[in-house]
């Protein structure tokens, strides 16, 4: 009688489980269909000459771009429900992505994380309410980065003559060259600002952190750096000062880094 009812048991049991595991499988698709629909994509490209601009105005989300050595531009975007209208343009040379233009009067739009791929010479022109900018190998003769609110804002392996990064929360990390009679400029209200540059860049400085008076210039350092209002500003001249840099941080620091 035992092993009858053990037996019983046991076909009870594995019974249990196989439904256990169907609802498991069920619940599974159906929350990854779920992500899925959550999320479309958009992808564009283009044909570029030598001399392409990118100007690209986003709302919300991380903006990703990337130089590569295709004449070509390549946009994807994935867009998080309620999914925004994107709309690029190409004119004369001039990608041009406006997704505050191409949402004008919608309360309601969700994240858009870009990815960009553009020639190495291209200019590129990014600008965000709240999110992340990340620039990388570009060579052209503008680099700019803004940020309205909030976010952190990454440049890396950039040679191009004009940079400007701004954000009012976030880090902001620069590593690149320092071009002769170029123009560099670089701002926040709260957060870290590291610039790596390499050690025989000539330029002019003019460094305030007006809060914390955390200045640091590590190997820059030199006779001709001048320290005025008791640390709050940092001003002089590293090599023949061909270049301007200029860098301001209101509540954060302030470091140079030997590329």
Request: overall charge positive; charged content about 20%.
């Amino acid at each position: 009688m035992n092993s009858g009812f053990n037996k019983f048991l046991g076909l009870a049991m594995c019974k249990k489980t196989t439904i256990l595991l169907w609802l498991s499988v069920v619940f599974f698709f159906t929350f990854a269909a779920s992500e899925i629909s959550a999320q479309k994509k958009f992808f564009k490209s283009y044909p570029a000459g030598k001399s392409v601009r990118l100007q690209l105005t986003n709302r919300t989300g991380t903006v990703t771009v990337e130089g590569w050595n295709k004449q070509e531009v390549a946009i994807s975007a994935y867009l998080e429900q309620p999914a925004a209208n994107i709309e690029p343009q190409s004119l004369s040379g001039t990608i041009l992505i406006n997704l505050v233009k191409d949402n004008q009067g919608r309360n309601e739009v969700g994240n858009v994380n870009f990815l960009v791929r553009v020639p190495f010479t291209s200019s590129v022109d990014i600008e965000t309410r709240m999110g992340n900018l990340n620039v990388s190998n570009i060579q052209g003769g503008l680099v700019r980065a803004h940020i309205s609110s909030e976010g952190d804002i990454t440049l890396t392996n950039i040679a191009a003559s004009a940079v400007s990064a701004e954000n009012v929360i976030g880090d902001i990390f620069y590593d690149g060259e320092i071009q002769r009679e170029g123009n560099y400029r670089f701002t926040s209200t709260r957060g870290n600002i590291n610039l790596r540059i390499p050690f025989n860049s000539s330029f002019r400085l003019v460094a305030t952190a007006p809060s914390t008076r955390n200045i640091q210039l590590g190997e820059f350092a030199n006779g001709d750096m001048n320290v005025i209002r008791d640390g709050r500003r940092v001003a002089g001249k590293f090599g023949d000062g061909s270049a301007t840099f200029t860098v301001t941080n209101q509540r954060g620091s302030i470091s140079f880094i030997r590329r």
